[in-house]
């Protein structure tokens, strides 16, 4: 079994965005040595609790600061931006750091619509025309316009023997569709939706068509875990995450909060009722439990790699989680 981390630089209550982005560094650092596969940097915009908005960023920096693990995106919202562009940042990812860079393209827009709007320069791009922004990505990044493409002389600098491998990221069937069709990697984000997840997935294996860079389907999962020396301080953990899920679900946007502020929450007969409808999507315990669970979701899904999001309150937590988790597997740094 394969690990590998996403990274959402959570905001914590009482910390700031700066502090956010610098434990990102830090996190990718302890992670390599820890063994884990791959690290990927989400986007997210205009948020009180997540820093990370610039993905391609932050992947060149985490690049410099480690040397073994691959490094890429969780993902970039292609439908915000030129296919060319984006292609062109990961060229030059590439290029500094060949053969360790993903992309990882997302179909959802990370934002609300307003600040969708405004990445959009004041537009919304049609969902309608995804598909062909993620085959002129690759296009791009392969030097392999099809003829008669309106942009084929067009060249995405710089050139190179190598490009990265590109995952397309998803929580419904739509993605997964588009993935098999056009010959890319899958990874299903159980960690927003658990509904369905195996069967999307193999959805994308029964229609998988090989491509030049990939020859048969290859797929991850991405689930929420948090591991803990005792079953005790484990569930206090996952009791952030129920009380941040919550006030996202109920428009209470803000940082990730503490383990004080979950315990002391007045939550009311709707609020558990929410946070019930959503223990599907997390993964909590000591390191054998957290194992066996992870264990059992990559045989449902019928991968070798998992993709895991741990946030804490307390940073030291956080790392411990992944420290846990590293040891229960058999990483080897």
């Known amino acids: ?22 434990e990102t560094l830090e996190l990718a650092q302890i992670c390599e040595r820890l063994g884990y596969s791959r690290y990927w940097l989400a986007e997210h915009h205009s948020s009180k609790g997540l820093a990370g908005t610039s993905p391609e960023v932050l992947i060149g920096q985490v690049a410099a600061r480690t040397s073994r693990i691959r490094v890429g995106s969780g993902g970039v919202m292609l439908s ?35 600040t969708a709007y405004a990445l959009a320069g004041g537009g919304i791009r049609d969902i309608e025309h995804f598909p062909q922004q993620i085959a002129d990505v690759v296009g791009w990044l392969n030097d392999r316009l099809p003829n008669g493409h309106p942009f084929r002389d067009v060249r995405a600098m710089p050139a190179g023997p190598t490009a990265p491998e590109v995952w397309l990221l998803g929580s419904s069937d739509a993605s997964a569709i588009y993935a098999a069709e056009l010959g890319l990697a899958f990874s299903f984000a159980h960690f927003i939706n658990a509904d369905g997840g195996p069967q999307v997935t ?39 995450r129920e009380l941040a899920l919550l ?80 040891d229960a597997f058999g990483l080897k740094g």
């Open 1 to 22: 079994m394969r690990l590998s981390v996403l990274d959402q630089s959570p905001i914590r209550s009482g910390g700031t965005a700066s502090d956010a982005i610098h």
């Open 80 to 114: 915000h931006y030129s296919a060319l562009k984006v292609a062109e940042n990961f060229r030059v990812l590439e290029t500094l750091f060949p053969g360790r860079i993903d992309l990882g393209i997302g179909r959802a827009p990370g934002s609300d619509q307003r």
């Open 202 to 240: 193999e959805l994308y294996r029964q229609r998988f068509c090989a491509s030049p860079e990939l020859a048969a389907p290859a797929a991850s999962a991405a689930i929420w875990a948090v591991c803990a020396d005792t079953d005790e301080e484990a569930r206090r953990l996952e009791r952030c």
């Open 247 to 326: 006030r996202l679900y109920t428009g209470r946007y803000g940082p990730f909060p503490s383990i004080e502020e979950a315990e002391q929450f007045p939550y009311t007969a709707r609020d558990l009722a929410i946070i019930e409808h959503s223990r599907g999507r997390t993964v909590a315990g000591t390191p054998d439990g957290v194992r066996a669970q992870l264990e059992t979701l990559a045989a449902a899904y019928g991968v070798d790699e998992l993709v895991v999001v741990t946030i804490t309150h307390d940073f030291k937590a956080r790392v411990r989680s992944y420290e846990l988790l590293a």
